[in-house]
């Protein structure tokens, strides 16, 4: 059923709710801690996979992890761009305390302090072995990365013990996999690895230079070294020994994600599985061309749903699937032109990458931070549960604390709410409220949504980024902005006029989060 397709939605949900809880077994049935493993979307909105609705894109995979599990109609995202949303999620911060914390370059240096108590870091005081496979996009190093010797510090250093990544994103330079400390792969002493991003280095073709050999044009900004056909942003010289292979890169990070739960079968551990669909450029491996109805992007869907089935038949071979939490979300909401002319509109046809909301990625509108977000632990979750309970992303870390019994150190985590009850289904109690972050910060508590100004909060990054009808927002006027979510889910009536003391209420309490970290504000001590 797509219960988002109704009009009586909010009815529908309290009411399922309220079954679902009446029916409910206790929710926490198993006394071991779960391994954990979160396979973290790159771009995919809620309409993009079946059980939430999508009709164009089969999604099988992703479909039975929800049926396995509990489904979340009101998960969140902490920001509409990707740097922002890992770093609340691996920090229990929200990414907005940190300036840094903005979509990075490929040659950005590291992010997270060294040393931090992250929540790798947290999971491994309780015997967790941790690691994390695909997009990083938190930076590396210190500026000025040597990509041809020791790259640190990094994933090692926030708590991580394995790493496999793509350092940035699939569009960015370097097109490379950076294995613990090096570059896996380098094999010419004589070709070195060097990366910019202020100006051209070496001699290589670009989409401005050799517009032939593109798969399919780019803006400017993605006009850099070619790599594969497709021009990335920034510009790299040399180490082609090690430059990825765009369709391979989903069974490289399947396969690495294999080889580390058949060693850890004996666990604890914990998987940060993130892969790099449906981002740009999106490039299928040709196994899944033309599987989905929606073109390029959707294929690419089909791809990451394949991903989602091979780790879940790897654990069921492993004997270790009831005692493994396997939770699917992303990073922010969908898009279509993101830089690469590969007509994501056009073949789009009727799809609705967010669903019954509005906006989509980089925005402060519902489409922008409301994920999918399933999760299934047949030892400790009942089946086929659908809740409600307002969740975001940064309550991971605080949430797996009470799961694996760790104390949060005093300061550390400071946006994040253990919402545990919430997660295996034996409670629909969630958030109060929640920040929402794009251009600016908009902030959602019950059924209201504040929105301070809306021309900024419905900015798109280019014209035809979202497509003629389904994730075209308009823009909106620079003027504060209430939504009734529970009668407007698609956030299209403005009743700011209408109450005032909301909106006054509202912009105070985003003031004081935004000047105090929300777990004080809210009384929070670490549980
Ligand atoms: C933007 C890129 C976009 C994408 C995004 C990061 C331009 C014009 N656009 O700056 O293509 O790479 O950064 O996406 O450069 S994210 O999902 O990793 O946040
Ligand atoms: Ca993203």
């Not at 071991?32 to 999508?54: E, H, K, L």
């Not at 070195?192 to 050999?213: A, D, F, K, M």
């Not at 929402?436 to 902030?443: K, S, T, V, Y």
């Amino acid at each position: 059923m797509n219960i988002f397709c109704k009009s009586t939605l909010p009815s529908i949900i309290i009411t399922l709710s309220i079954l679902i809880i009446a029916c409910s077994k206790s929710g926490f049935e198993s006394e071991t801690p779960p391994n954990i493993i979160i396979i973290y979307a790159d771009d995919v909105g809620v309409g993009d996979i079946g059980v939430y609705g999508s009709e164009l894109i089969p999604t099988p995979h992703i479909d039975q992890l929800a049926a396995d599990g509990i489904r979340f109609t009101s998960a969140y995202a902490t920001a509409a761009t990707c740097t922002p949303s890992r770093y609340s999620l691996l920090t229990g911060e929200y990414a907005f305390r940190n300036e840094r914390a903005q979509i990075l370059t490929g040659e950005a240096p590291l992010l997270i302090e060294p040393g931090s108590f992250t929540m790798p870091e947290m999971l491994r005081r309780a015997g967790y072995r941790t690691s994390v496979v695909g997009k990083w996009h938190l930076g590396l190093g210190e500026g000025d990365v040597d990509w041809n010797g020791k790259i640190g510090p990094g994933p090692l250093e926030v708590g991580f013990d394995e790493s496999f990544l793509l350092p940035a994103t699939n569009d960015r330079v370097p097109t490379v996999y950076v294995k613990g400390h090096y570059v896996e792969g380098l094999s010419d002493d004589d070709d070195p690895l060097r990366v910019r991003y202020s100006e051209q280095i070496g001699n290589l073709p670009t989409g401005h230079s050799h517009p032939e050999l593109l798969r399919y044009p780019a803006d400017n900004q993605h006009s850099g070294t070619i790599v594969g056909g497709v021009s990335r942003i920034g510009w790299q010289d040399g180490g082609q020994s090690a430059w990825w292979d765009d369709e391979q890169m989903a069974f490289e990070f399947t396969e690495r994600s294999q080889e580390f739960i058949e060693r850890q079968k004996d666990g604890p551990f914990f998987l940060f599985l993130s892969m790099h669909e449906p981002h740009v450029p999106r490039i299928p491996h040709p196994q899944f061309v033309g599987e989905s109805q929606t073109g390029l992007r959707g294929d690419v869907i089909v791809e990451l749903d394949w991903v989602v089935g091979q780790i879940v038949k790897t654990l069921e071979e492993q004997g270790i699937r009831d005692e493994t939490l396997v939770i699917f979300t992303s990073d922010n909401g969908p898009v279509f032109f993101d830089g690469y002319y590969e007509d994501s509109v056009e073949t789009a046809g009727e799809h609705r990458p967010s669903g019954p909301f509005r906006g989509g990625k980089y925005q402060t509108l519902e489409g922008g931070t409301r994920m999918p977000f399933i999760a299934s632990w047949p030892a400790g979750i009942d089946r086929g549960l659908i809740f409600d309970g307002i969740f975001s992303q940064v309550d991971l870390m605080a949430t797996f604390a009470s799961l694996v019994d760790v104390d949060l150190p005093d300061g550390e985590a400071p946006d994040s709410q253990s919402l545990l009850p919430l997660l295996l289904g034996s409670s629909d109690h969630g958030r109060e409220f929640v920040v929402q972050q794009g251009a600016e910060l908009a902030i959602r508590k019950g059924k209201w949504k504040y929105i301070p100004d809306g021309q900024v909060a419905s900015r798109a990054q280019h014209k035809h980024s979202m497509g003629p009808t389904s994730l075209s927002t308009g823009e909106l006027d620079p003027i504060p902005y209430l939504f009734n979510l529970d009668q407007d889910i698609g956030e299209t009536t403005n009743v700011a006029e209408d109450y005032p003391e909301i909106v006054n209420e509202l912009a105070e309490l985003l003031e004081q989060i935004r000047n105090q970290p929300e777990r004080s504000l809210l009384n929070l001590t670490s549980e």
